[in-house]
């Protein structure tokens, strides 16, 4: 019994012993401001700053090789709190930017030219023949955004179509780089009327292959003040420096104009009629 | 000899019954015909006409965009009605000219004159086969002329004439060995001399006997040539399969054949490099097989190039009501089209219909490691566990895994009990690891 | 165009795929007009199956168990049948219960979870309790298979897990509650397994005492002795791997290198000291060896994938089974070597990759 427990206890000493000396061996200088950045970081570990990960921003932060508002997921408040942390002055900087998916051709509204049977992914699909709607523009809807978003902004609504949630979007730019059609773009978050279309076939064919699609009828580029919006090569382009006022969707024969903010996402219409529950 | 089995392999239901013994039937010309302007593996080419252009058979309409290319000829004299995209074999949606036959079917200038072969160099036979857009008939549509011109220093001691055709259904290169034996020959023998090979074997696999018997008889009188039986398993056809199962070289992975001194050819592109060189005559039709249990009477077709599948369909009877899948090619190797609106281009070399009830739906099931796709893999990888990596986004672990030297062979999705789309994943991750290597040069 | 966007009803959504996190879409219904909307389906290559499915490969392995599960129930009477009927059914209801909670796809119709009841009933003594065997089910289907994602995830063999847990937590009802083999049950007596017969006395004499004649060897071929349900028929079994062998659901690999690694090893000991070890023989054909070796050893699940991992499994299994009969503390070892072994496959599997086709030997490459 004595012997055990002498045994056990010698045991425990050589082993403290061996982990004193290693964490003198192998310890780490630390920056204590970087600990404290870090924990003011949203700690999501997104990505969205290009570092891997929120302590290694952190680090960079406080040795000065980033910026203060280097996260764009945390905004001017983190900003705000860093630059207290770092005694710098944290001036303000330009509107907070969300995703916007630029397509609103759900299953409903938008034909499809075949059936398609293989991975669960937009990536995968797009090698088929770029995927399975008619217009080779639109949202697959499978649903790749959705899942690399790290803050659940962005939803699924019935017959498939992505739509981010503006309120939960960071602007970490992920879903951006997924999406293999390229059609979420970032957006002022204080700018409510939104093209949500990015077809470039011409009028009647887009009209074929979408209900909603933006079929180049110049009439909201006529509406909203000059420049505000332009025509691409059969599309209707916005431009975020401009405010555009409400009345401008209306004009839109096709419905593809949109203003969020008042309620929720930007897609209510068709699918709650047609949708049904998922 | 012959006799050597390579690692792993399939047996599919061949179904070629439906075909073999049809004789190859050329088709009229159709009312009009999509040619494509990527016709080959490597730089596509370039289009050289426009809308309203008047072209004569075998002009060229696109001129090669490099090295690794070749030119695309009218295939009948008409006018180019048009310009535009349409859903290539291949499985994009790609440029093509729409072509109004005039029903003249006149030649161009210079071409189909028979000409002796006798005194032309190496060179000058590799400028005659690029001019006439000679490519890899069996699928790859690699330009032929690249091939035949290995680096110097590569010391290359055997031919292959691919005819195993192993690719269930298909019964195109059965039919031309059975029926221009021939003039795969002189083809062959144009081939070995450019590379100075003295052996050539023909590799025909043992369900073609009529096709082994001819090509026997045919290769009798000339020197260093000789047919060799191959077993039947999927995939003989593949050349590094087939190359090992002959000579038990093995091609290093991420090699060619010719870094094991062999040069492989198929039955198809030999017969049309023979004619280019003799008649001067581009590469402007093959033969289709056009089968599958949702066509009415299943045939070998010698078409035109850009032949639209419709006009194929309706050579052949029509489709049976419930055809639900239509393939480009083999049903193991072969891309499903969405339309009968895409055409013939010159590695068409089969259009499979099949029928509701025939298509295996993938449903990605979790993998239950069975380990029936490692049995079955030709190229010895994991399958399981790359498309479970690949499942998670995790690309750089299928690279560790080999992914790249996957020759989508289909075998693994073949016998996967869980029905995931092995091949479609691959296809997947192999873009991805190219994205990351571009990135990290 | 009218026709075609009304076309989605609810059947036509992505049906979910059995197991799968993400369901793969299927396609639809075809369109009822001809030339209105999608008409092909298009996929990846290939475009043809062979037709297997993991339920055929499930029910072949049930098939394959038929035979040893009758006859447990010819010389244990209506208690095996009953044990049966509450594991399989008990297995069932967990499975869908647990799917349904944890919103997966309710997939009975793969039978994974019949066999996983069944397997777990053929390891059980036909004396088991009936909430003996529903605590086993919960932890085999549960615990060791839904908790970890259900069907494909599982790092453990379930009704191993199941097993084990019991033989733990309930010892006397999983090793001391034998009754002799008799016609349908009839005279049954509470007797001793021949494992544990063998290592009482050990313990008591100091050295083994078995009988091991002809007679008991016949005896023990046929399953004529005490025993869990399943583990008591050699030939039985035996014949049921030949099956799967033959169907090609199991490879010979498995079974080859465990019984032939537990034969080896306990008879080099038995060589050199026969008093303290048992004949090979008799080691090979009594406890659970047979029906672990051809069917819980070679669960697809939880064992290797490659040709060589495979075998090294085998030889493991083996190794660990005689360690755990000749010096631990349990008679039989043949479930915690399986269990033991499926802890390591992914080590294995790791350092197992094949060779892919004319690799470059780096070695070579740089000199």
């Known amino acids: 019994m004595l012997t055990a427990v002498i045994a056990l206890a010698a045991l425990a000493l050589l082993a403290a012993f061996g982990l004193a000396i290693a964490a003198r061996v192998f310890a780490v200088p630390h920056n204590p401001k970087a600990d404290e950045i870090e924990e003011v970081l949203p700690g999501a570990n997104c990505g969205a700053c290009a570092l891997p990960g929120c302590a290694e921003l952190a680090k960079r932060i406080a040795e000065v090789k980033a910026d203060i508002d280097a996260c764009p997921v945390g905004g001017e408040s983190v900003a705000q709190a860093i630059a207290v942390i770092m005694g710098m002055e944290f001036e303000g900087g330009a509107d907070r930017e969300v995703a916007l998916v630029l397509c609103k051709g759900s299953d409903q509204v938008a034909a499809k030219r075949f059936f398609y049977n293989g991975i669960y992914d937009c990536n995968s699909a797009a090698l088929i023949f770029g995927g399975d709607k008619a217009c080779t523009y639109g949202c697959l809807g499978l649903g790749t955004c959705a899942g690399v978003c790290p803050f659940g902004a962005i939803d699924m609504v019935p017959g498939g179509l992505a739509v981010v949630d503006p309120e939960k979007c960071t602007g970490c730019t992920k879903c951006v780089a997924s999406c293999p059609k390229g059609i979420i773009r970032m957006v002022p978050a204080s700018r409510k009327l939104h093209i949500l279309c990015s077809s470039h076939d011409k009028g009647g064919v887009a009209r074929k292959h979408c209900k909603v699609a933006c079929i180049g009828c110049m009439k909201c580029v006529k509406a909203a003040p000059e420049g505000a919006i332009t025509m691409d090569d059969f599309l209707a382009v916005v431009d975020y420096s401009f405010e555009i006022p409400a009345e401008v969707a209306a004009e839109c024969p096709m419905n593809t104009i949109v203003v969020t903010g008042e309620a929720a996402g930007a897609c209510e219409e068709p699918s709650a009629a047609a949708g049904g529950d998922a | ?441 | 165009m009218e026709d075609n966007m009304e076309g989605k009803t609810p059947e036509e959504k992505p049906a979910a795929g059995v197991a799968a996190e993400k369901p793969a879409p299927r396609p639809g219904p075809m369109p009822k007009k001809a030339g209105v909307g999608p008409r092909f389906v298009v996929s990846s290559s290939p475009h043809v199956h062979d037709g297997r499915t993991v339920s055929q490969i499930m029910r072949l392995v049930i098939i394959a168990l038929a035979p040893a599960a009758l006859y447990s129930i010819y010389i244990f009477g209506l208690d095996a049948l009953r044990v049966l009927m509450i594991s399989i059914a008990s297995a069932m209801i967990f499975e869908a219960i647990s799917q349904k909670i944890m919103k997966r796809p309710v997939a009975l119709r793969d039978s994974s979870a019949v066999l996983t009841g069944l397997l777990l009933a053929m390891n059980l003594p036909s004396t088991s309790p009936w909430w003996l065997i529903v605590v086993g089910n919960f932890f085999a289907i549960v615990i060791a298979k839904q908790l970890y994602g259900g069907l494909g995830y599982n790092p453990f063999n379930p009704a191993l897990v199941g097993r084990v847990v019991l033989l733990i937590s309930f010892p006397v009802h999983m090793t001391a509650r034998w009754v002799t083999a008799s016609r349908f049950g009839t005279d049954a007596v509470t007797t001793a397994t021949p494992l544990s017969r063998m290592k009482d006395s050990l313990a008591t004499l100091g050295h083994i005492d078995i009988a091991f004649g002809r007679g008991e060897i016949f005896d023990l071929l046929i399953g004529n002795r005490a025993g869990c349900l399943g583990e008591t028929s050699i030939v039985l079994l035996a014949l049921g791997g030949l099956f799967l062998i033959w169907k090609r659901v199991i490879s010979w690999r498995i079974p080859v290198m465990f019984i032939g690694a537990v034969w080896a090893m306990t008879g080099i000991f038995h060589l050199f000291d026969p008093a303290h070890y048992a004949d090979p023989s008799f080691h090979v054909i009594t406890g659970g060896l047979f029906i672990g070796a051809i069917f819980m050893a070679t669960d697809y699940v939880t064992s290797p994938v490659t040709k060589k991992g495979i075998l090294i499994f085998g030889a493991g299994c083996g190794v660990i089974t005689v360690l755990i009969r000749l010096w631990g503390a349990y008679p039989e070892g043949v479930s915690f070597a399986i269990l033991l072994m499926n802890a390591t496959t992914p080590l294995i599997d790791r350092y197992t990759k094949p060779r892919v086709f004319g690799a470059v030997d780096t070695k070579k490459a740089a000199a």
């Open chain 2, 1 to 441: 000899m012959g006799s050597g089995r390579f690692f792993g392999g399939i047996h599919p239901s061949y179904n070629k019954g439906l075909a073999d013994s049809s004789a190859i039937v050329e088709m009229p010309l159709p009312e009009r015909l999509v040619v494509f302007f990527a016709q080959n593996l490597g730089a596509p080419s370039q289009p050289v006409v426009k809308k309203g252009d008047e072209v004569k058979k075998g002009q060229v309409i696109a001129e090669a965009g490099g090295f690794v290319s070749t030119p695309v000829h009218a295939p009948t004299s008409g006018t180019i009605d048009s310009i535009g995209i349409y859903p290539s074999p291949v499985g994009v949606d790609a440029p093509a000219a729409v072509l109004t036959p005039d029903g003249k079917d006149e030649w161009f200038e210079g071409c189909s004159v028979e000409r002796s072969s006798e005194g032309l160099d190496v060179g000058q036979i590799k400028e005659i086969i690029h001019d006439n857009g000679i490519v890899g008939m069996g699928g790859a549509t690699f330009p032929t002329h690249v091939k035949l011109s290995p680096p110097a220093g590569k010391k290359m001691d055997l031919l292959v004439i691919n005819g195993a055709e192993c690719e269930p259904y298909l019964t195109a290169d059965h039919r031309l060995m059975v029926e221009h034996a021939e003039g795969i020959l002189d083809g062959a023998a144009l081939f070995a001399a450019v590379i100075g090979v003295g052996r050539v074997v023909i590799a025909i696999e043992k369900n073609k006997p009529d096709a082994i018997e001819v090509m026997r008889k045919a290769v009798a009188g000339r020197q260093g040539f000789s047919v060799e039986a191959m077993g039947v398993i999927y995939p003989q056809g593949a050349e590094k399969q087939l190359i090992f199962a002959l000579t038990k070289r093995k091609v290093p992975a991420g090699g060619l054949p010719m870094d094991v001194g062999v040069l492989v050819h198929n039955v198809g592109t030999a017969l049309a490099a023979g004619e280019a060189v003799r008649y001067n005559r581009p590469l402007i039709q093959r033969v289709v097989t056009v089968t599958g249990s949702g066509i009415r009477e299943p045939k070998n077709i010698l078409a035109r190039v850009g032949t639209r599948f419709e006009d194929l369909v309706k050579f052949c009877g029509g489709l049976e009501g419930d055809a639900a899948k239509c393939i480009n090619g083999g049903p193991m190797m072969g891309v499903a089209q969405y339309s009968l609106d895409a055409a013939v281009t010159k590695g068409t070399s089969g259009l499979v219909i099949l029928r509701q009830e025939e298509v295996a739906q993938f449903v990605s099931d979790a993998c239950i490691r069975c380990a029936r796709c490692l049995e079955a893999c030709p190229m010895r990888l994991n399958p399981s566990a790359l498309s479970i990596f690949i499942e998670k986004m995790r690309f750089e672990d299928a690279n560790e895994y080999n992914v790249m030297d996957c020759i989508e062979c289909g075998c693994c999705a073949y016998v996967c009990p869980s029905r995931r789309p092995m091949v479609h994943h691959f296809r997947r991750a192999k873009a991805e690891v190219r994205k990351l290597q571009r990135k990290t040069g």
